[in-house]
């Protein structure tokens, strides 16, 4: 039932739940370092945009690792939520669910959480992300193009190269992507790092930005997004990892 559909204001900022066992009912191979696993929640509730979960896994011996995964789905999924997770090579959590986690699987998780990185229905919308860093912003696109389908957004996506693309049967005219390394044979858009011709070819220079991904890719384009003049107090980021 769509009932948050045309405002966001019936999302209102509650404590988050306690720790739930949620099953995975579907998982999707976006990349081949990056899954989607639809959890199917028995405490859920509706999340803003932008919030993520804690995920806990607990070995037979007691010992247990936690980490935070962005929210990808809209709200308007009522009774589950998408996380969708890159596989670290030398990481702890995000192989086991690479490599172990299968449908029907249960997993153990927490949220939603954060206050700050969340959209509640602002407009005009510029989302800036870099590699797993558009996942939270995919939360906020897809809710928008669901609920308040006439407000302004944009997606700027840097990407290595084709087959790193998250999300890429679901990318259309409101996303504009960079290719860092390798663009498709065919590509005549923009190649290399985020820079200002690409913010410019957003067609928004105000309103609210998110910008979210690797520390490096964060520095690098709130300060971009500070040359173009978008207002600091209106620059939410949100940070990934420790690299750059
Ligand atoms: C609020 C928030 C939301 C997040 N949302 C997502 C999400 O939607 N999808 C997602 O894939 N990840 C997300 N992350 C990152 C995630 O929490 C983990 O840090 C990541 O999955 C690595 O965990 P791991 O146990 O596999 O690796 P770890 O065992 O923690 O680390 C292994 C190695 O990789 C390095 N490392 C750790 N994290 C990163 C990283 N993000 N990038 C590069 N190197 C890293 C470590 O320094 C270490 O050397 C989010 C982080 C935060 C804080």
Known sequence: MDRLSGS?????????GSWQIGTVNSIKRETP?????????????????????????????GYRAQRSYSVASSPLDEGEIE???????????????????????????RGPFASYFVWRGEAPVLLVGGGSGVVPLM?????RRRAMPGISMRLLYSVRSAEDV?????LG??????FTRKPPADWTGHVGRIDG???????????TAFVCGSNGF????????LEAEFEPERIRTERFGPTG
Request: proline letters at 7%.
């Open 8 to 16: 966001l204001t019936p999302v209102e900022l509650r404590a988050p």
């Open 33 to 61: 370092h990056v899954k989607s696993f639809r959890i199917e929640l028995p405490m859920w509730m509706p999340h803003l945009p932008g919030q993520h979960y804690d995920v806990r896994l607990t070995a037979p011996d």
């Open 83 to 109: 996380l969708t997770i890159d596989r670290l090579d030398d990481g702890e959590v995000s192989p086991y669910f690479h490599d172990v986690v299968v449908e029907g699987d249960e997993v153990e998780v």
């Open 139 to 143: 939360a906020i696109l897809r809710h």
């Open 166 to 170: 998250i999300y890429a049967d679901e």
């Open 173 to 178: 005219g409101d996303a504009v992507l960079t």
């Open 197 to 207: 011709a690409l913010i410019a070819k957003s067609g928004l220079d105000s309103g």
């Open 218 to 225: 964060v520095e690098t384009a709130t300060h971009l997004l």
